[in-house]
């Protein structure tokens, strides 16, 4: 089944709830509070998205982008229904295409995921973490 990943200016919080909440993510976001979804969309200024023929939205990643030095990625994330097929790799693939040679691209990931982006060529960095209090 093809699947098309592009940068999209919008992202409801309907169909990232859909998509985050069938991955390991969506217990650590706050997948029941749509308000707070979407204030995050809203803050985020770069989406890049993976969606079938149907139009449903199989993966995406969330970013925040200065356009000229660093762009992170707050959420990469594809339905455990669609892993194994590349599609996490080709959601990074076009967000450093879209960002282009001047822009670094950094994530935190989950322990469980590490593997997949050393494999994608991403380098390990430290990286340090304020934790909050309100998940709701």
């Not at 199989?58 to 982008?65: H, I, P, Q, T």
């Not at 990469?76 to 822009?103: F, M, N, W, Y």
Request: hydrophobic share 40%.
């Amino acid at each position: 089944m093809p699947i098309t990943c592009q940068q999209e200016e919008t992202l409801t919080a309907a169909d990232y709830i859909a998509c985050v909440g069938q991955t390991t993510l969506g217990s650590g976001r706050p997948i029941t509070n749509p308000e707070r979804v979407q204030a995050m969309l809203d803050g985020a200024n770069f989406i890049v998205t993976a969606r079938d023929e149907t139009g449903m939205l199989v993966g995406l990643a969330r970013c925040m982008n200065d356009g000229v030095w660093i762009c992170f990625c707050a959420d990469l994330a594809v339905r455990e229904s669609h892993q194994g097929q590349g599609i996490g790799r080709a959601i990074i693939d076009k967000c450093t295409e879209l960002l282009g040679p001047r822009v670094g691209f950094i994530l935190v990931s989950e322990p469980s995921a590490e593997g997949f982006y050393e494999r994608t060529g991403m380098k390990r960095y430290a990286a340090f973490f304020h934790p909050r209090t309100d998940r709701s």
